[in-house]
């Protein structure tokens, strides 16, 4: 990724903070493995400051959308309480198989990380897991999809995936927990769409949305999001691009 590539996918820029597009299929940070990853070009975003920005939460692999970072250790601890005390609000948007039996409500399912035969592991549904909880309404549906949005309340690893499943709807191209006979090969369909932190006392929470990707834009129109939607919110995010232009 070149420097114009990565400053191109800032959202949001103010003092403290940055807010990323984060692209599918890109690693936030470096596995054991090493390769890609989104860190790399951190230091494209210094914007004059000693040292790049870092982050200041996680998002999986496979999932696009509002990433934030923090642009010093001041900015980071500031952000990352917020993260903690759960005042951060977090809207994603998913695209599934089927449809949820009811049309809104919250999954209360605790969750806990398994070891695999393979030498893998997964998150599994397990009474002695870890609390977690996401609200979700149904936004739209199509022949055998359905357009959801989820606010984790609680940040488990691949929280929403598993709820979703749970509820008999995997997310679209997510082989790990559900979708392996009928999405082999698509990307996962799971977007961080907004992020809203209430980051100055003074001020109203500074909330930044991010317009969904290319690979999920045919199965959102079949569930009846519109060209005029997907338009108005490339709009939004030029608008906070030129807020980001500001120091």
Request: aromatic fraction near 6%.
């Amino acid at each position: 990724m070149t420097p114009q590539e990565i400053e191109a996918r800032l959202l949001y820029r103010d003092g403290l903070m940055l807010v990323l597009d984060k692209p599918a299929g890109l690693p936030v940070h470096a596995g054991p493995g090493g390769g890609d990853n989104l860190e790399r070009y951190f230091q494209f975003l210094r914007f004059g400051l000693p040292r790049p920005p870092a982050l200041a939460h996680r998002l999986d692999r496979d999932t696009s959308g509002c990433l934030v970072l923090g642009r010093h250790p001041k900015a980071l601890r500031k952000l990352g309480k917020l993260f903690q005390e759960g005042r951060v609000e977090k809207i994603y948007w998913a695209v599934v198989r089927g449809r949820p039996a009811e049309a809104a409500g919250r999954i209360e399912r605790p969750l806990k990380k398994l070891s695999t035969k393979t030498g893998g592991w997964r998150m599994v549904i397990a009474d002695d897991g870890q609390h977690a909880v996401t609200d979700y309404r149904l936004l739209g549906s199509g022949d055998d999809v359905s357009w959801i949005e989820c606010r984790p309340r609680t940040g488990r690893t691949h929280q929403i995936r598993v709820h979703l499943a749970s509820l008999g709807c995997p997310i679209l191209g997510d082989t790990q927990y559900g979708d392996a006979d009928r999405a082999r090969g698509a990307k996962l369909h799971l977007h961080s769409r907004s992020v809203s932190l209430p980051l100055y006392p003074s001020r109203a929470a500074i909330t930044v949305t991010a317009g969904p990707p290319a690979h999920m834009q045919a199965a959102l129109a079949a569930c009846g999001y519109s060209r005029l939607q997907h338009e108005a919110d490339q709009q939004a995010d030029r608008a906070d691009g030129g807020d980001a232009a500001r120091p």
